[in-house]
Structures are given as structure tokens and as C-alpha cells.
């Protein structure tokens, strides 16, 4: 009678122990099904979750759109789950199992009105933008209130330059022309033919995509010749047609293990012109790689795999293979 006393309190225990455990985990997320048109706390932790992992991109704001719909049915594809767009219990337990969430972290960014990401293998303080307008504005609000003679000597600095910037402004030479039309030296420069830029994009690529390529072609091919970054931008591009990768910009650049510079966080790296234009010139048709869908480095490259691959060309460092 004894031991089955002690054994029916042993299973009470492991019971009571299960219950505890799963009770905790569940407390990452509330009980009910997070959905498209959702907003709150929920949403902020799946899309701060979904971005650790690289499958969201966006902005965490709380607001469960159809950037957050795409990005759970991505996750939800990768990791073999029913493709719903609906986070039940299943898609929670994964994501907790497979992500990390910086509660704190986040609640503190978006308290404070701050840009920030929350990706895995990054440094935290390394992904929080804090020099947004509304921070220096926040900054100059501040320093009004705890150091206002400094700042009047300030203010008064700036409005000497001012009032000489404007001195400088009246004494700009002008000249008249035969349609008795006034035109300043300032104004002659400013007319100066200036190159496009990527806000007009064509085939339905957004503002968005054509970044985050550019991002993607400077993390990984900043330094080879130009023909090579217009092939790294190519290669996204063959990605985006095929049937075995993604059908979103952001969700073949992030997709897990494809790209160092996003293993790395070049990534995050502001790109220059030369990658912009790069991918603007991949977009309107060319593609130096013969529609190459993978490429590698040689010099470092170690998977068997890769190297298996049907290799098309090289061009700079970078073998472009199908």
C-alpha cells in the first residue's frame, strides 16, 4: 500500500511537472489564433520571432499585414506545416523552439519610437537606428529643458551663419537675359541634369525590393567588377522565376543559408550607387550569367555540393553555376 502511495505521487509529480513546463512555454504567446487583421501583443512577438528566423522583414509594429501573412506562410512552408497563414499552437511551438524574443529589447524600441530590427546572430545594439528625426528631436527637446543658456548661445550661433548664408545669398551675381527673366549662378547649378534614381522601378518591383536587393549585391559583391554585381542581382532575379525557390525579393535573400552577406550581416550594410544601379540594370534584362541560378567563390567555397553543380561561367571571383 505504501509503494502505491509513493508511485501514484511520483506520476502526480511528473504531471503536475509537464503541466508546469507547458504552461510556461504558453505563456510566450496568449491561447487564441493569431490571424490576418490581428493587432497587439501577439503579433509583435510572432513578427519579432519570424524576423530572428529571416522570414519577416518588415517593420514590427504590432499590426498583423500581408507582409506578416506571407512571412508565417513562408516559415510555415519551410519547416513543413500546414501552409495556412494562421498561427495555432503548432506555428507558436515551432517558432519558440526555433527563436529567441528579446521582450524587453523590442517593448523598449517601440516605446521609444526607434527604428530597430530583431534578427538572429546580430548584435542587439547593432540593430536599433538612433538617429531618426524624432530621436534629435527628442534630443533638442531635452537639452531645452536642462540646458537652456547653452542652447540660446547655440540657436544664436546658428543665426549669425544663417544671417550670413543670406548675406551670401543677396550678393549672388545675376544676370539677365534676353526675356528679361533673373537667374542666379545658385539656380544655373541646381539645373544641372542629375542621374535617376531607383524611385521609378519597372515589371511591379517596389522601392522595397529594389533596397534589399541592392543591400544583397553590396554585402556580396561590393569590390568585383561591375558586370559581377549585375550578375549577383541576376542571379536573385533567376531565383524569383524558378519553381524552387520563393516567390518573394525578401524571402529568397533571407532564405536560411542562401547568401553570406545575410550569415555575416553585411546585409545591413547601406549600399552604394554602383550596387543601385547594378540592380536596375539585372531588372531591365541583362544577366551576365546565362541564367544561373547559384554562384560561389572558389577560393572558398567547401561544399561538395556546390562544386557539383553545372558551372556556366566566372566572372570576377564568383562561378555561376545552374
Known amino acids: 500500500m505504501k509503494r502505491l502511495i509513493i508511485k501514484f505521487s511520483i506520476i502526480f509529480l511528473i504531471i503536475t511537472g509537464s503541466s508546469f513546463i507547458h504552461h510556461k512555454e504558453s505563456l510566450a504567446f496568449s491561447p487564441q489564433v ?4 490581428a493587432t497587439g501583443e501577439d503579433v509583435v512577438e510572432l513578427q519579432a520571432r519570424l524576423q530572428y528566423l529571416g522570414f519577416y522583414n518588415s517593420q514590427i509594429d504590432g499590426v498583423f499585414g500581408w507582409g506578416t501573412y506571407w512571412a508565417l506562410r513562408n516559415f510555415q512552408y519551410e519547416f513543413g506545416m500546414d501552409i495556412d497563414g494562421l498561427a495555432g499552437d503548432q506555428v507558436k511551438d515551432m517558432l519558440i523552439d526555433r527563436s529567441e524574443y528579446h521582450k524587453d529589447f523590442v517593448r ?13 546572430g546580430m548584435e542587439l545594439e547593432h540593430q536599433v537606428k538612433y538617429d531618426s528625426n524624432k ?10 529643458q536642462t540646458d537652456t543658456p547653452q542652447m540660446n548661445e547655440s540657436e544664436a550661433e546658428q543665426d549669425r551663419e544663417e544671417g550670413s548664408q543670406a548675406e551670401l545669398i543677396d550678393e549672388t551675381p545675376v544676370t539677365e537675359t534676353d526675356n528679361d527673366q533673373v537667374i542666379t549662378d545658385e539656380v544655373t547649378t541646381e539645373e544641372t541634369p542629375i542621374e535617376p534614381t531607383s524611385v521609378n522601378v519597372p515589371n511591379g518591383f517596389s522601392q522595397n525590393d529594389i533596397e534589399l536587393m541592392a543591400q544583397a549585391v553590396y554585402g556580396e559583391a561590393r569590390g568585383e567588377p561591375y558586370e559581377g554585381q549585375v550578375a549577383v542581382a541576376a542571379v536573385i532575379l533567376n531565383r524569383l522565376q524558378s519553381p524552387i525557390f520563393p516567390s518573394t525579393v525578401s524571402s529568397i535573400i533571407y532564405e536560411p543559408l542562401a547568401f553570406t552577406a545575410v550569415a555575416d550581416g553585411q546585409i545591413y550594410l ?25 554562384y560561389f567563390n572558389p577560393d572558398t567555397a567547401t561544399s561538395s555540393w556546390i562544386w557539383s553543380r553545372p558551372q556556366i561561367k566566372r566572372i570576377g571571383k564568383h562561378i555561376f553555376c545552374h
Not at 34 to 37: E, F, L, T
Not at 108 to 117: D, W
Not at 135 to 144: D, L, S, Y
Open 34 to 37: 493569431i490571424q490576418h487583421g
Open 108 to 120: 523598449e524600441q517601440l516605446e521609444a519610437g526607434r527604428e530597430f530590427t530583431h534578427y538572429g
Open 135 to 144: 530621436q534629435q528631436e527628442t534630443r533638442k527637446e531635452e537639452a531645452n
Open 270 to 294: 547601406t549600399p552604394d550607387e554602383t550596387a543601385r544601379r547594378a540592380v536596375q540594370d539585372a531588372i531591365n534584362g541583362w544577366d551576365p550569367t546565362g541564367e544561373a541560378i547559384y
